[in-house]
């Protein structure tokens, strides 16, 4: 059966309408802010379907009780699956004395469940933390369906070397070519990008990123395509981790702003719920 | 060294009167909302500090990262001191369904850490989730030495039988006599209390009890004992989980209240940190 936390119940009528047997659960805070679970429905094998966006410690912890009484009522074998991983991008030691913070969700979840699928995970390599079957799920059959038709003969674009899997992965289930943006230092204070080997004049340009925030970066490659006489610019992430006024900004500056629903936000129009319910 | 968390805060003036050799550590929160720490001091031996009230399970979190910060940059001992330590109500199963929450946060903290030090625990059988030692740390020298003027030759009661224990430590710092409340049943909607097999008129009483959350028990308690012909009316309690408006209440009920400092209220008027800092 699978069971759908706090974090993921923008899915549930989703998941609901493609026939998914979904489990009972009670969920509610006590007055002194403690999270309550109870498991309604019970088996042998579950599946946890929890996001873990803000407020993401509060979604962490229930994920951790409710594997526990899962497992208290008598599961023995359970997935849980992360649309959105909190502290994915904590994932490496920048300054001495910081935390792999990932590593500590990652760890704290395996004392429960067998099996971890987290959408585009934002360090694949990161999945080695969790002690058990770790998946990172590919969101690329859902942008590039959502933007097929849209983007026509167009190409598709990393906003920089490290997202340029990303945008192959589109470009690959469309058929399109792809490539990515470079940054070079023109300047003590001036940092200049462009997109490597692709012909961008008269092409539409799909930009694929797996988190947006405050859309910085977006904004400026979008601002190049259009003085490079690029045709429509679309910016697709996974994950809509937006900041104040981020959506409003990125949606001027493009022809169209979409993200997928592994957080809910005015522009989660892809869904990755078929590739949650196939598992 | 020690390391204070952001819910031990509080206690960190009196710690650093008392002589402690505190480690540096930066903690602060991204605009997403994602708890970022760093240890600024190093070494091979730490004792983090950290009480869990709300938001309880950032600070949980916080407790994880810190010890995973801590462990990254070399450290091989960590000890962690909770003064007020979350989810321990949620103790046992009573309902089928139901997780045994304070195991799973046993179980996550044990991930980084050696040993375990908390607080006057809701139910010390609990200590046995965690994987390393696990010690509860017994309020009583700080609870009877803040009441031992006013209460004189008075006498400890606990509101029930489960909290006995807890009345019978204080009363034997004090030299005093001890017992506690029992309910018995006296119609279907009706219970009355009774102190057990001890003289009340006359003297002073102190209630003690763990965890104060509405009053209602300790207001039903002090009410009884005027009533009984009871000198002044004491209520202490270890963690001050106060509902909206319990403090007023409970304090208008009786000659005076005072919780101990695991969790900060108006009513926080005991410290543990001395029994902390000798650990």
Do not use: C, W
């Not at 009484?69 to 004395?97: C, H, I, M, N």
């Amino acid at each position: 059966m699978m069971v759908i936390g706090s974090g993921a119940s923008h899915l549930r009528e989703e998941i609901e309408s493609l026939g998914v047997d979904l489990g009972k659960v009670e969920i509610r805070k006590f007055p002194d802010g403690e999270k309550y679970v109870r498991v309604l429905s019970f088996g042998e094998e579950a599946t946890v379907v929890q996001s873990t966006y803000k407020p993401q410690d509060e979604n962490i912890l229930e994920a951790l009780i409710l594997g526990d009484a899962l497992r208290e009522s008598g599961f023995d074998r359970l997935r849980l699956v992360v649309p959105y991983l909190a502290y994915s991008r904590q994932d490496r030691v920048t300054k001495e004395g910081e935390p792999v913070s990932v590593r500590a969700v990652m760890r704290a979840l395996g004392l429960y469940y067998d099996e971890l699928y987290v959408v585009d995970v934002h360090n694949p390599k990161t999945l080695r933390f969790f002690p058990g079957k770790a998946v990172n799920l590919s969101p690329a059959r859902a942008i590039a369906e959502y933007f097929r038709e849209k983007l026509g003969e167009g190409i598709v674009l990393a906003p920089d070397k490290g997202a340029r899997e990303r945008a192959k992965a589109v470009a690959e289930k469309l058929g399109l070519e792809f490539s990515h943006f470079e940054k070079k230092r023109i300047s003590p204070t001036e940092v200049q990008m462009r997109p490597v080997d692709i012909e961008v004049e008269g092409r539409n340009v799909l930009i694929v990123d797996d988190i947006i925030s405050t859309g910085g970066t977006m904004i400026k490659a979008a601002n190049l395509l259009r003085d490079m006489g690029a045709g429509k610019v679309f910016v697709a992430a996974t994950h809509g981790v937006f900041a104040e006024g981020a959506i409003e900004r990125v949606s001027e500056a493009v022809d169209e702003l979409a993200v997928t629903n592994t957080i809910p936000t005015p522009v989660s129009k892809i869904s990755i719920v078929p590739d949650i319910v196939k598992l």
